[in-house]
């Protein structure tokens, strides 16, 4: 893979850049896996960065992931519109047409946007639109004009990510649970780790999954989640002990709605850059069994986001 570059754009200061020369996981995914959380930045000079932006980032491109996901084994990837893009869905959707039908999309749009646009991104792979509740990432849009998205792109068979912090559900539940399509949550509703797992914030998570068979969650980002690691660097495959009981708490408890991803190029991190290769060795700790691994990476996956290829 080749390296991080910025282009006319000056990153964030204390950016950090993702990993260069990740290592092979020793965990060999099984055939037809997906990586289900991924993004592409950039890059700068032919996608800007929107000005409404809370980072710039180093730039990501459609090239430097698809390298990746050869590398690491994966077939396919979902690419998530990142909120350093705003409501320009360009750079994702490039990416999306390059790829050969091997990813799909996970757009943002306004209540502005336009059927017409609805069915170009459609065509085009996007499958689902992001609202993100994370308040150092985005400024606050109006719940009214999220729930008239929703009820847009529903009648596509689009589904909503939703990307919040635990400490907020008990606000967003209402407008959660009223959403009208399938929900998936990003990196698992970052539960605080460092609260007890049968603690009353992780049992609210599990309630809003088991009580809405609608909800599916990503059980990614360890990386961003694990406060006493250890790091996903230096060989270390059995990194972030810290996050697994709560990731495979998941994984056993809705074995058919779970997805699990990079979250390449790790946007925003501050301690360290994973290697990735390191993180695909993370996933057998929390899904242990061959069965668990297949819904996890391929089943579930496949069935959101090409149900057309008719796999289970
Ligand atoms: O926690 C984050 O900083 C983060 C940011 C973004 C984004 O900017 O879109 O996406 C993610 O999945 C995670």
């Not at 698809?66 to 998530?80: C, E």
């Not at 320009?88 to 490039?94: G, R």
């Not at 691994?293 to 796999?311: A, F």
């Given at each position: 893979?080749?390296?991080?570059?910025?282009?006319?754009?000056?990153?964030?200061?204390?950016?950090?850049?993702?990993?260069?020369?990740?290592?092979?996981?020793?965990?060999?995914?099984?055939?037809?896996?997906?990586?289900?959380?991924?993004?592409?930045?950039?890059?700068?000079?032919?996608?800007?960065?929107?000005?409404?932006?809370?980072?710039?980032?180093?730039?990501?491109?459609?090239?430097?992931?698809?390298?990746?996901?050869?590398?690491?084994?994966?077939?396919?990837?979902?690419?998530?519109?990142?909120?350093?893009?705003?409501?320009?869905?360009?750079?994702?959707?490039?990416?999306?047409?390059?790829?050969?039908?091997?990813?799909?999309?996970?757009?943002?749009?306004?209540?502005?946007?336009?059927?017409?646009?609805?069915?170009?991104?459609?065509?085009?792979?996007?499958?689902?639109?992001?609202?993100?509740?994370?308040?150092?990432?985005?400024?606050?849009?109006?719940?009214?004009?999220?729930?008239?998205?929703?009820?847009?792109?529903?009648?596509?068979?689009?589904?909503?990510?939703?990307?919040?912090?635990?400490?907020?559900?008990?606000?967003?539940?209402?407008?959660?649970?009223?959403?009208?399509?399938?929900?998936?949550?990003?990196?698992?509703?970052?539960?605080d780790v460092a609260k007890p797992i049968d603690g009353p914030e992780f049992a609210?998570?599990?309630?809003?999954?088991?009580?809405?068979?609608?909800?599916?969650?990503?059980?990614?980002?360890?990386?961003?989640?694990?406060?006493?690691?250890?790091?996903?660097?230096?060989?270390?495959?059995?990194?972030?002990?810290?996050?697994?009981?709560?990731?495979?708490?998941?994984?056993?408890?809705?074995?058919?709605?779970?997805?699990?991803?990079?979250?390449?190029?790790?946007?925003?991190?501050?301690?360290?850059?994973?290697?990735?290769?390191?993180?695909?060795?993370?996933?057998?700790?929390?899904?242990?069994?061959?069965?668990?691994?297949?819904?996890?990476?391929?089943?579930?996956?496949?069935?959101?986001?090409?149900?057309?290829?008719?796999?289970?």
């Open positions: 893979m080749s390296k991080p570059t910025s282009g006319n754009f000056t990153k964030t200061p204390g950016w950090l850049d993702w990993y260069a020369g990740p290592s092979k996981p020793r965990f060999q995914l099984p055939p037809n896996a997906v990586d289900a959380h991924c993004h592409v930045f950039g890059p700068g000079e032919h996608f800007p960065y929107a000005p409404e932006r809370k980072y710039t980032p180093c730039d990501a491109s459609w090239q430097q992931l698809f390298a990746l996901r050869d590398h690491l084994g994966f077939s396919k990837n979902v690419i998530v519109q990142a909120t350093c893009h705003g409501a320009d869905n360009s750079a994702m959707v490039d990416a999306l047409q390059r790829s050969k039908g091997k990813a799909r999309g996970v757009a943002t749009v306004k209540r502005t946007v336009t059927d017409q646009q609805l069915q170009e991104m459609n065509a085009a792979g996007v499958r689902g639109v992001r609202f993100n509740f994370v308040k150092r990432l985005v400024d606050f849009t109006p719940r009214d004009e999220l729930m008239e998205i929703a009820a847009r792109i529903a009648p596509l068979g689009w589904h909503v990510v939703i990307y919040f912090e635990a400490v907020d559900l008990p606000e967003l539940w209402d407008f959660f649970t009223a959403l009208p399509t399938t929900v998936v949550v990003d990196h698992m509703g970052r539960p609210l998570f599990l309630k809003f999954m088991r009580e809405h068979p609608n909800v599916w969650s990503k059980v990614s980002c360890p990386e961003r989640l694990s406060v006493s690691g250890p790091r996903a660097l230096d060989g270390e495959r059995n990194a972030y002990r810290d996050v697994v009981p709560f990731a495979r708490k998941v994984v056993e408890s809705f074995p058919d709605r779970v997805l699990w991803g990079t979250d390449w190029p790790h946007p925003n991190l501050k301690d360290h850059m994973p290697d990735d290769g390191l993180l695909v060795d993370f996933i057998p700790h929390i899904a242990t069994t061959p069965e668990l691994q297949r819904k996890l990476l391929v089943d579930n996956p496949n069935r959101l986001y090409w149900p057309e290829e008719g796999r289970a």
